[in-house]
C-alpha cells in the first residue's frame, strides 16, 4: 500500500447482501470503491455481532484492493495472528479495548498488516497523541458503534484537532458512520481522507444492479472533492 492522502471511499460490507458477500465484494470494487471495509463485532464491545477469522478469509479471495478490518472487540491481542492469517491488510483495534494499546499496535504491524486505532465518539483526540508514530491510520467513530445506518453526529472540531496532531506523519483519518454525500465535505474538509460508508453506497442497489453502487460511491467523492 502506497500512502496518499486522496479521499478513498470504504463501502462497508455490513450493508451488503450476507447471502452473496463475493459478487457484492467484486461489485463494489469494480464500481470504484476503493477499499473494502469489513466491521468486526463481538457483541460484547459492542452489541452486536458480525465476522469471525474464518469469515474474513473467505471474504479475501475476493478483495483485489485493500481489506480494511476494524475490529470492534474486546481483548484484541489474542485474535490479531488470526486476522492477519485471514488476509488483513489493515487491522484497526480500538483505544477503549484494552489498557495497553501500544502493544496491541506494535502486535499488528509484526504481524504484517498495517496498523489503526480507532476513538469511539465520546473519546477525545488526545487519547491517540502518543500512539501515532506507531498508527498508520486514526479512524474516528462518528456514530456509537454497533449498528450501521445511524445519524452522524458531527465530529469535525475532533477531526481537525487529530490532522494537527497528525502533522507531516503518513497516517491516514478514516471517518466511519453517517458518511453520505451531505456529510462527506464535512468531514474531508477537516482533515480525513478515507470514507467508511455503508447504507450510502449499497442503497437502491444490488449486485445485478451493481451500477448504483457506482452511482453513489461516485456521488460520495463528488461531493468530498468538490
Request: charged share 20%; glycine share 10%; with cysteine.
Amino acid at each position: 500500500m502506497t500512502f496518499d492522502r486522496r479521499v478513498k471511499i470504504a463501502p462497508s460490507i455490513l450493508s451488503a447482501d450476507f447471502a452473496d458477500f463475493g459478487r457484492e465484494i467484486r461489485a463494489i470494487e469494480d464500481q470504484g470503491g476503493d477499499w473494502v471495509h469489513v466491521d468486526v463485532m463481538d457483541g460484547h464491545f459492542v452489541p452486536n455481532l458480525t465476522f469471525g477469522p474464518p469469515a474474513v478469509k473467505a471474504f479475501r479471495r475476493h478483495v483485489t484492493t485493500v481489506m480494511d478490518v476494524h475490529l470492534m472487540i474486546a481483548p484484541v491481542d489474542p485474535y490479531i495472528d488470526a486476522y492477519a492469517e485471514a488476509g488483513a491488510d489493515i487491522l484497526t483495534a480500538h483505544v477503549e479495548a484494552g489498557p495497553h494499546t501500544h502493544r496491541t499496535l506494535q502486535a499488528i504491524r509484526a504481524a504484517g498488516m498495517k496498523a489503526g486505532v480507532a476513538l469511539n465518539p465520546g473519546t477525545p483526540a488526545e487519547a491517540v497523541e502518543h500512539l501515532l508514530d506507531l498508527a498508520d491510520l486514526v479512524c474516528v467513530m462518528t456514530v456509537n458503534p454497533g449498528f450501521g445506518g445511524q445519524s452522524f453526529l458531527d465530529l469535525t472540531g475532533k477531526i481537525r484537532r487529530l490532522r494537527e496532531m497528525i502533522g507531516d506523519r503518513a497516517v491516514h483519518i478514516e471517518i466511519d458512520g453517517g458518511v453520505d454525500t451531505r456529510t462527506a465535505p464535512l468531514v474531508v474538509g477537516a482533515g480525513a481522507d478515507v470514507l467508511v460508508a455503508g447504507s450510502a453506497v449499497f442503497r437502491g442497489g444490488s449486485v445485478d444492479n451493481a451500477h448504483v453502487y457506482g452511482e453513489n460511491i461516485r456521488a460520495i467523492r463528488a461531493a468530498a472533492e468538490g
